[in-house]
């Protein structure tokens, strides 16, 4: 890509291992005694940690989500799960007609949760936000729940890049907005790369015996992720004209590798005591290698005046989002 | 008391100023925080602002009433400023995640509580919910366990048809006496390199081996067997025993949600180590059941010793089938228990 004169800024992350253990596991205890109730507070004191640490510029990122806000929202989302549960019990029509009304408020429930996540951060004391609407929320899952299927898969970079740029294109930082400009070609390009890399994956697999498997796995998907980032990060600008702001994203294949192999070793090896350490060091990794250019310098935005929004959405999302098989 | 260099936001610009934060008294005498920079000159009673908790060394907060704010890296420096002006319980979190006893603690209480619930809560759970749930789960659950094994181990007994009678009708005498127990159903398979063994599989299967009824010297014996099985049965320990392993993945997934990605593996491992344990429990009431229906029938606790006695000696070497009848290393306890409840 095209590269002007303008100094680049990078991210800087201050988070230390050891400093973030203490607040990890105290949180997490104070979490288990109250029942779960405190989690959204711990919540709160880990984001705040996290984007407290993280400085843009000589000023850090915050984060103000209201952890009451996050309790609610719990409540709710885990009162919707048990009704349902429930209703199925008496009649599976009824639990079918419960599951369809969660189908449809997903777009809504989605929506929330992007916008909670984008007016609770700030930096500068100016927020972030998301104005993207219902239909195109519903139009990205619609791409994803039937032209995926009906395709056989080949439709899913087409959703992989609208899911993104219905992201990125509704995002604001105070009254400028996000572009995002890689093209749908861009998308298929760079999955065409990752399936042969999982053909990579496949024949190594076959050759190790099954034992190359793991590795083989994680440094497949530190490619996929890698690519990806890489592409959405260097399409993006905050702003336009001569004040636009690009991004550059330095992940590496191999530097996500050694640190999720890192990661998966310390983790298993501690039996999850080394969790804190993996989160800051992940942290450290992605936010160092990502940077700003600008011919402007970063003041002068002013802040967009917001109506305020509930966090059902946001915890509904965080639920609904933990997708793992059992 | 060293002044606090700090950044101060408007909240209408993304302008920082450079601004030192110092405490003084405004014009009524009252304390106030006063915030100067190049061309700012401001001032609020402690009162009217607010400042966010410490945590670690992240940036520290102040919050003024008109919507504007300052940065500050010098979380010591306000603390200072704020001596006496807050209430000391503000200060708890932060002091109880910054010490290392503490930290220890907490570890501490985070293992021991997530092992009691592991080991005690999850199974008394499962229980309340095996026992609220439709007796057809259990059959979703299982399929065709019983065409599976008559695929890949069992084949047709070998017994004469009419001991294979015989045993039927015992089996009918026995569940004619046992309260819901109608809808389970015997079958008689020669077990191969399984030996001699019951099993109680899903949807109220009950497959007893050729070889078990050979090694019986007493029907009482295959009475005591098929009535621990049946006790498997009617505690709905398959039910319960996929129900505590899902709860359990559950609950390592969530509690390290933050990487989900890389634990999934690391979640397995507890599982494995903790089924040991569950299906010991279980054992342990069926054989309950067993006993009390033995008692009721007026069967000698020894019958039962004998038959997991003889079963433990014939045991082939080696095998990893689904056993429920006995575990290897509690058969001993198994059998010292049933003789001690004389």
Same mark, same amino acid.
């Given at each position: 890509?095209e590269?002007?004169?303008?100094?680049?800024?990078?991210?800087?992350?201050t988070g230390?291992?050891?400093?973030y253990?203490?607040?990890?596991?105290?949180?997490?205890?104070?979490?288990i005694?109250?029942?779960g109730?405190y989690? $959204?507070?711990?919540?709160v004191?880990r984001?705040r940690?996290?984007?407290?640490?993280?400085?843009?510029?000589?000023?850090?990122?915050?984060?103000i989500?209201n952890?009451?806000?996050i309790?609610?929202?719990?409540?709710?989302?885990?009162?919707?799960?048990? #009704?349902?549960?429930?209703?199925?019990?008496?009649?599976?029509?009824i639990?079918? $007609?419960?599951f369809? $009304?969660?189908?449809?408020?997903?777009?809504?429930v989605?929506?929330?949760?992007?916008?909670?996540?984008?007016?609770?951060?700030?930096?500068?004391n #100016?927020?972030?936000?998301?104005?993207g609407?219902k239909?195109?929320?519903?139009?990205?899952?619609?791409?994803a729940?039937?032209?995926?299927?009906v395709?056989?898969?080949? *439709?899913?970079?087409?959703?992989?890049?609208?899911?993104?740029?219905?992201?990125?294109?509704?995002?604001?930082?105070? @009254?400028?907005?996000?572009?995002?400009?890689?093209?749908?070609?861009?998308?298929?390009v *760079?999955?065409?790369?990752?399936s042969?890399?999982?053909?990579?994956?496949?024949?190594?697999?076959?050759?190790?015996l099954? #034992?190359?498997?793991?590795?083989?796995? &994680?440094?497949?998907?530190?490619?996929?992720?890698?690519?990806?980032?890489?592409?959405?990060?260097?399409?993006t600008?905050?702003?336009?004209?001569?004040?636009?702001?690009r991004f550059?994203?330095?992940?590496?294949?191999?530097?996500?590798?050694?640190?999720?192999?890192g990661?998966?070793?310390?983790?298993?090896?501690?039996?999850?005591?080394?969790i804190p350490?993996?989160?800051?060091?992940?942290?450290?990794?992605k936010?160092?290698r &990502?940077?700003?250019?600008?011919e402007?310098?970063?003041?002068?935005?002013?802040?967009?005046?917001q109506?305020?929004?509930?966090a059902?959405? @946001?915890? *509904?999302?965080?639920?609904?989002?933990?997708?793992?098989?059992? | 008391?060293s002044?606090?260099?700090?950044?101060?936001?408007?909240?209408?610009?993304? /302008?920082?100023?450079?601004?030192?934060?110092?405490a003084?008294?405004?014009?009524?005498?009252?304390?106030?925080?006063q915030?100067?920079?190049?061309?700012?000159?401001?001032?609020?009673?402690?009162?009217?602002?607010?400042?966010?908790?410490?945590?670690?060394? +992240?940036?520290?907060?102040?919050?003024?009433?008109?919507?504007?704010?300052?940065?500050?890296?010098d979380?010591?420096?306000?603390?200072?400023?704020?001596?006496?002006?807050?209430?000391? =319980?503000?200060?708890?979190?932060h002091?109880?995640?910054?010490?290392?006893?503490y930290?220890?603690?907490?570890?501490?209480?985070?293992?021991?509580?997530?092992?009691?619930?592991?080991v005690?809560?999850?199974p008394?759970?499962?229980?309340?919910?095996?026992?609220a749930?439709?007796? !057809?789960?259990?059959?979703?659950?299982?399929g065709?366990?019983?065409?599976?094994?008559?695929?890949f181990?069992?084949?047709?007994?070998?017994?004469p048809? !009419?001991?294979?009678?015989?045993?039927?009708?015992?089996?009918?005498?026995?569940?004619?006496g046992?309260?819901?127990?109608s809808?389970?159903r015997?079958?008689?398979?020669?077990g191969?390199r399984?030996?001699?063994?019951a099993?109680?599989?899903?949807?109220?299967?009950?497959?007893?081996?050729?070889?078990?009824?050979?090694? +019986?010297k007493?029907?009482?014996e295959?009475?005591a067997?098929? =009535? /621990?099985?049946?006790g498997?049965?009617?505690?709905?320990?398959?039910?319960?025993?996929?129900?505590?392993?899902?709860?359990?993945?559950?609950?390592?997934?969530f509690?390290?949600?933050?990487l989900?990605?890389?634990?999934?593996?690391?979640?397995? =491992?507890?599982t494995?180590?903790l089924? =040991?344990?569950?299906?010991?429990?279980?054992e342990?009431?069926?054989?309950?059941?067993?006993?009390?229906?033995?008692?009721?029938?007026?069967i000698?606790p020894?019958?039962?010793a004998?038959?997991?006695?003889?079963?433990?000696?014939?045991?082939?070497?080696?095998?990893?089938?689904?056993?429920?009848?006995?575990s290897h290393?509690?058969?001993?306890?198994?059998?010292?228990?049933?003789?001690g409840a004389?």
């Amino acid at each position: 890509m095209e590269r002007t004169g303008a100094p680049e800024v990078a991210l800087q992350f201050t988070g230390k291992a050891g400093e973030y253990f203490k607040i990890w596991i105290v949180n997490l205890c104070l979490g288990i005694v109250t029942l779960g109730i405190y989690s $959204a507070w711990a919540k709160v004191r880990r984001k705040r940690y996290f984007y407290g640490s993280t400085l843009l510029d000589g000023s850090a990122f915050e984060y103000i989500g209201n952890p009451v806000a996050i309790l609610k929202g719990r409540l709710i989302v885990v009162t919707a799960v048990a #009704i349902y549960s429930l209703s199925k019990q008496v009649h599976y029509a009824i639990g079918l $007609a419960l599951f369809a $009304a969660i189908v449809l408020a997903l777009p809504w429930v989605i929506q929330r949760a992007l916008q909670f996540n984008a007016r609770n951060s700030t930096h500068r004391n #100016i927020r972030f936000g998301f104005r993207g609407s219902k239909m195109q929320i519903f139009g990205v899952l619609a791409i994803a729940g039937l032209l995926v299927p009906v395709t056989l898969g080949f *439709a899913y970079p087409f959703y992989f890049y609208m899911k993104r740029k219905v992201f990125i294109d509704n995002s604001n930082y105070g @009254d400028r907005r996000f572009v995002f400009s890689a093209t749908a070609g861009n998308y298929y390009v *760079a999955a065409l790369k990752v399936s042969l890399a999982f053909l990579g994956f496949v024949a190594g697999t076959v050759v190790t015996l099954g #034992i190359g498997a793991l590795p083989l796995y &994680i440094l497949l998907s530190s490619y996929a992720e890698a690519t990806f980032a890489r592409l959405a990060w260097r399409n993006t600008t905050l702003g336009a004209g001569s004040g636009e702001i690009r991004f550059e994203c330095r992940w590496t294949t191999g530097g996500l590798f050694g640190l999720y192999f890192g990661n998966a070793l310390g983790v298993l090896c501690t039996l999850g005591l080394l969790i804190p350490w993996a989160a800051i060091r992940t942290a450290r990794y992605k936010l160092e290698r &990502i940077s700003l250019q600008s011919e402007q310098g970063l003041g002068g935005f002013l802040a967009a005046v917001q109506e305020d929004v509930g966090a059902v959405g @946001d915890e *509904a999302g965080e639920l609904l989002g933990f997708d793992f098989g059992l | 008391m060293s002044d606090v260099r700090a950044l101060y936001f408007d909240g209408k610009s993304s /302008h920082a100023h450079d601004v030192v934060l110092s405490a003084g008294f405004g014009a009524d005498s009252k304390r106030v925080l006063q915030v100067r920079g190049a061309g700012l000159n401001l001032s609020w009673p402690f009162t009217q602002l607010r400042v966010s908790d410490r945590i670690g060394t +992240s940036r520290r907060y102040l919050y003024f009433p008109d919507g504007s704010q300052c940065e500050t890296d010098d979380n010591a420096g306000v603390d200072d400023l704020l001596i006496g002006e807050e209430p000391a =319980a503000a200060r708890l979190l932060h002091r109880w995640e910054s010490g290392l006893g503490y930290a220890f603690a907490a570890l501490a209480i985070t293992a021991v509580v997530a092992w009691a619930f592991v080991v005690w809560g999850i199974p008394a759970i499962a229980k309340q919910v095996a026992f609220a749930l439709p007796a !057809e789960t259990e059959k979703l659950i299982g399929g065709d366990s019983l065409s599976a094994l008559d695929r890949f181990v069992f084949t047709p007994s070998k017994l004469p048809p !009419e001991r294979q009678e015989s045993l039927h009708r015992l089996y009918a005498r026995m569940t004619a006496g046992i309260d819901g127990a109608s809808g389970y159903r015997l079958e008689l398979r020669r077990g191969n390199r399984i030996g001699p063994n019951a099993f109680a599989l899903p949807a109220g299967i009950i497959v007893m081996t050729d070889e078990l009824v050979e090694l +019986s010297k007493d029907d009482r014996e295959i009475e005591a067997v098929l =009535a /621990h099985e049946i006790g498997h049965l009617r505690q709905r320990h398959i039910l319960r025993h996929v129900l505590q392993d899902s709860a359990t993945v559950l609950l390592i997934a969530f509690t390290f949600g933050d990487l989900a990605s890389l634990t999934s593996l690391a979640s397995a =491992a507890p599982t494995l180590l903790l089924q =040991a344990r569950f299906s010991r429990e279980f054992e342990r009431e069926a054989d309950d059941f067993a006993f009390g229906y033995m008692v009721r029938r007026g069967i000698p606790p020894e019958m039962f010793a004998a038959i997991l006695q003889r079963i433990e000696e014939k045991r082939p070497r080696g095998t990893d089938a689904p056993d429920y009848l006995s575990s290897h290393p509690a058969t001993r306890e198994r059998i010292e228990r049933m003789r001690g409840a004389h």
